[in-house]
């Protein structure tokens, strides 16, 4: 994403324009990790603490930007461009587009090229590897760290957008069980028209995780 994160307006939009869609995608996201880990939904916020709720919060944002049209209107990053597109630079279009197409997926890290990026395969779908650009996460993560993450191509350059949920490597195949369950799919191979509809499964799943290991 761009210096000045694009998403801060469609943030705002999606605030005062789908104050309903933001709360039942809010519950989507969270309400499976909080009901395990025992902890009210009006309290997830100050568990987690100021940074740790915002890429929760990210995270629904995201998955609102990628909703088809329904009762409460067309699709949100749709209607922001219709109405903020024109104030916004060609870049930011094609950030905010590229949030709009994605999906969230799991993915392994492979390798490591300090300081450019990582070689990522997905964990839920049969897919080739990918190198995903990002000195960060280069430094921060180690091979076999599970990303719950969407992946996004923007001029040519692979990264991933800012609902970014880390998850230890012992949970690999946790991780993979619980999302595969939650979305009901049985013993048949995901596909990529599953997709769409993981994305709360994933955040559930990173934040119960979270939620233990801050009561541990």
């Known amino acids: 994403m761009s210096a000045k994160n694009p998403l801060d307006g469609i943030v705002k939009f999606c605030e005062t324009e789908r104050t ?42 995201e998955d609102m930007m990628t909703l088809p049209a329904g009762p409460d209107g ?20 094609r950030q905010l587009q590229a949030v709009r197409e994605s999906v969230m997926g799991l993915y392994e890290i492979e390798s490591l090229e300090p300081d450019v990026g990582l070689r990522a395969r997905s964990l ?20 076999g760290c599970v990303l719950g993450a969407r992946v996004v ?7 991933v957008t800012g609902g970014l949920l880390p998850i230890e490597a012992k949970f690999a195949l946790e991780a993979v069980t619980a999302v595969r369950q939650a979305a009901g799919v049985g013993d048949r191979e995901l596909a990529a028209s599953d997709m769409p509809g993981l994305a709360p499964h994933i955040t559930n799943f990173w934040l119960l995780k979270t939620l233990q290991e801050a009561a541990a």
């Open 74 to 93: 067309p699709n949100a990053t749709d209607a922001y461009m219709k109405r903020h597109g024109w104030k916004l630079t060609a870049v930011a279009r």
């Open 124 to 143: 839920l779908l049969e897919m080739e590897p990918v190198f995903i650009e990002h000195p960060g996460l280069s430094r921060a993560l180690p091979v």
């Open 20 to 61: 309903a869609l933001l709360a039942a995608r809010l519950v989507a996201h969270t309400q499976a990790a909080c009901e395990a880990a025992g902890v009210p939904a009006a309290e997830l916020a100050n568990r987690l603490g100021r940074d740790v709720f915002a890429v929760v919060a990210t995270c629904v944002i």
């Open 153 to 159: 191509q923007v001029d040519g350059v692979t990264g």
